[in-house]
């Protein structure tokens, strides 16, 4: 796409009612209310979604990984944070 | 009739078709501010409730307790935010939330007006407290509006952890010196019932709760939630050779479930007016907490506008 006056949009799908919205992919728009309409057109042709949000690309601000090693830390020498860490005595029951 | 008869209509028949309700739909005043209510009276629980805890991670008994006790306490305040985020889908803002929170206008659950006195407390907190909390909020999972919903199944997801590392330490008291046990029959004699008022009025007296079970806020009543709490903690309690404080509690051949005494309801009403040991005390706490952040809000303001004005420059 070369046009200069169409804006990028990221597309967001709330698949059924209960579930968050899910990133689907993107398009281009010259606005928010065309970007919606093609954002149906491009991906909820078959009833894949109840609600679909547009975000102009560039307003998404992304971590990278290489960014901060402790931003992406799991946290692996933390494990008293798992309830697994936790031994519980034989034969208790709904914990 | 009204002219919202068929939104009425069409709203009840989403929630009787067990789908979930989302913000942008339409729905009933009654419903979104009986949700703020429920919503922001959770938050306020998850945040008030990191004071009675938080007192302890600098007594805990050693570097590891501290640590665990550190890591629930985050977690707590997590959960509050989770839920903050949740309650402002609704249409209120967080501070006018907060400030309901510290006129009195809006409540958070009364046991954690209770002290905890000793480090048995720690440990009967995340075992009874968490695991009352727990059956209620596996229920919620289930609740009727799609944010509420999501905020819960995020919040289940740790909680866990909090109940067993409570258990693990009435385990450690429970097999240790008759001081020890003595402390944490202490602790679960001062708690068992303020865990049991957690599930709130019985459903007779629970004045919203048929609504909240028509609009399925609530999936099961209190007196349902609170059977089921009683059931799983006998046995948890046989394990540690402990007793629950309660001589009218034994098994119910025939409803297949432990029949126990009645909760002293004019204590639950008491400490819900403001008059347990520590209501102005986590009040008071809170909003010096606030205030002495205030620096915090000060500085991120004072960045922006810099940020602002070199913009302006370039």
Request: with cysteine; charged share 25%.
């Amino acid at each position: 796409m070369s046009d200069p006056s169409l804006i990028l949009f990221e597309v967001f799908v709330r698949s059924n009612r209960g579930l968050d919205h899910q990133h689907v992919g993107s398009v281009y728009a010259s606005d928010h209310e065309q970007a919606l309409v093609n954002a149906r057109d491009v991906y909820i042709r078959r009833g894949e979604g109840v609600s679909i949000w547009v975000v102009k690309t560039d307003d998404i601000v992304a971590s990278q990984e290489s960014d901060v090693d402790t931003f992406y830390d799991p946290m692996d020498d933390k494990a008293y944070r798992h309830a697994m860490s936790y031994p519980m005595p034989e034969g208790v029951k709904n914990i | 009739m009204s002219d919202l008869a068929p939104e009425l209509d069409n709203f009840q028949q989403k929630i009787d078709d067990e789908q979930r309700i989302e913000p942008k739909d339409w729905m009933p005043e009654k419903y979104r501010l009986n949700l703020i209510r429920q919503m922001s009276q959770h938050a306020h629980s998850e945040v008030i409730g990191m004071q009675p805890e938080g007192n302890w991670i600098s007594s805990a008994p050693s570097l590891y307790r501290k640590i665990v006790l550190l890591s629930k306490v985050q977690d707590e305040a997590g959960h509050g935010l989770y839920l903050y985020s949740a309650t402002e889908t609704l249409g209120i803002s967080r501070a006018e939330m907060n400030s309901r929170l510290q006129s009195g206008e809006s409540k958070y659950a009364s046991i954690f007006n209770y002290p905890s006195l000793t480090w048995a407390d720690v440990g009967a907190i995340g075992w009874l407290v968490d695991g009352a909390a727990i059956v209620n909020q596996v229920s919620l999972q289930r609740t009727s509006y799609g944010p509420y919903a999501r905020a819960m199944i995020r919040i289940c997801k740790e909680e866990s952890f909090h109940q067993r590392q409570g258990y693990d330490i009435m385990v450690k008291l429970a097999e240790g010196s008759k001081e020890q046990r003595e402390m944490a029959q202490d602790a679960i004699n001062r708690w068992w019932w303020p865990s049991l008022m957690m599930f709130g009025p019985h459903d007779s007296d629970s004045v919203n709760s048929q609504q909240s079970m028509k609009w399925k806020i609530k999936r099961q009543s209190n007196d349902d939630l609170r059977q089921k709490f009683v059931d799983q903690t006998v046995q948890q309690t046989e394990i540690l050779k402990l007793e629950l404080p309660d001589p009218d509690l034994k098994w119910n051949e025939e409803r297949q479930h432990y029949d126990f005494g009645e909760i002293d309801w004019d204590e639950f009403y008491q400490v819900i007016k403001g008059n347990g040991h520590c209501n102005r005390d986590r009040i008071k706490h809170h909003v010096s907490a606030h205030e002495e952040g205030a620096w915090v809000r000060d500085a991120m303001t004072a960045y922006a506008e810099k940020k602002a004005q070199r913009k302006e420059v370039a």
